[in-house]
């Protein structure tokens, strides 16, 4: 499978717990997205990589939020003492942006459920 | 941030029947995306639309570009039982697609 690949699919926590999520972008693509989805909303955009900088975070991403992608391929997306308000579903998605610039398409993996107690 | 309205929010619809849904923006974009959501699983892209007034299928689905660049289309013909699933339409906020925008989804429901 080439696709997007996120682990753990499902994680349940204890609030004040800490949480690591992990995404395999499709292996050519520069960009590398996260977004946080809740129940009947659309995907909510959190930070963007082009290779291993971090060059958008939206507001969502408090300080207990942090992503890293150290060599430009995999990321991870840790909250830190979570709170029952983090309970989403965590989506990574994927792009390849080149010069032209002709359009931007983005992949999703299939998504870390995560579930705060 | 930019919200997509999305209509209707939700349909119920005989197998067979066509489904058209659209979706519309105050800002005007470039690209417009269409998803397809099944339950705790991650958006599947279904078609891309990069130039207005486009139009593109991809098998039993068409959308298209608004020439305005301020809404896009989405008809599915025919439809099936797997076509259930929740429909979502993106558009990037600027040029360079640094971020997506997504709507609030299409709930769609065939009744066999």
């Known amino acids: 499978d080439t696709g997007v690949s996120q682990n753990p699919r499902h994680k349940i926590t204890k609030r004040g717990q800490n949480v690591t999520f992990r995404c395999d972008p499709i292996?050519?693509?520069?960009?590398l997205y996260w977004y946080r989805q809740t129940l009947g909303q659309g995907p909510e955009f959190l930070t963007y990589?082009?290779?291993?900088?971090?060059?958008?975070k939206s507001r969502l991403l408090s300080d207990r939020f942090s992503a890293e992608r150290p060599k430009g391929s995999f990321s991870t997306l840790e909250i830190q003492r979570t709170e029952q308000g983090d309970s989403a579903m965590y989506l990574c998605?994927?792009?390849?942006?080149?010069?032209?610039?002709?359009?931007?398409?983005?992949?999703f993996g299939e998504g870390s459920w995560l579930t705060v107690v | 941030g930019q919200q997509l309205n999305q209509s209707p929010q939700s349909m119920f619809i005989q197998e067979g029947e066509d489904v058209s849904m659209n979706c519309t923006s105050s800002?005007?974009?470039?690209?417009w995306l269409w998803y397809k959501q099944d339950p705790g699983e991650g958006p599947v892209l279904l078609i891309a639309?990069?130039?207005?007034?486009e139009l593109t299928s991809n098998g039993r689905l068409t959308a298209q570009f608004g020439i305005t660049r301020k809404d896009s289309f989405l008809n599915i013909s025919a439809s099936i039982p797997s076509d259930v699933g929740i429909y979502f339409c993106?558009?990037?906020?600027?040029?360079?697609?640094?971020?997506?925008?997504f709507g609030t989804g299409t709930s769609l429901t065939v009744i066999p």
């Open positions: 998605a994927s792009s390849l942006v080149n010069l032209r610039a002709v359009g931007n398409t983005i992949y």
């Open positions: 292996s050519e693509h520069n960009r």
């Open positions: 990589f082009q290779n291993e900088a971090q060059l958008e």
């Open positions: 800002s005007i974009f470039n690209t």
């Open positions: 639309l990069y130039k207005a007034g």
């Open positions: 993106a558009g990037p906020r600027s040029n360079t697609g640094n971020q997506f925008y």
